[in-house]
C-alpha cells in the first residue's frame, strides 16, 4: 500500500488525510482515507464516495477538512465517516 499526504493536512502533528492504494483484488486507483490517533495505536478508515479523481470523495474530503478545522474532535469526524 502507498500514500501520499498533502502538507496542509496536519492534525496535532500528524497527516489526517491521505491516498493510498489498495493493494490484492480490489480496483485500481487511489482513494481518500482518514488516519487518527487511538491511544498509542494510528487508526484509518477509509473516505466513502470513489476513488481520488471522483466529485463525490473530494467534498467529502473537504467536509472532513472543514470539521477538523471548526475543531471537532477525530472520534466525532470517523463517527460521521461509518453512517
Known sequence: MTESNSPNDSVSGCKAISTYRPRGTA???EYFRF??????RMRHIHIRGGNTDSPIAQARVEKV???LAA???AVEVVGMLRR
Open 35 to 40: 488516519s487518527y490517533r487511538d491511544g498509542s
Open 27 to 29: 480496483r485500481s486507483g
Open 71 to 73: 475543531g471537532i474532535s
Open 65 to 67: 477538512r472543514s470539521l
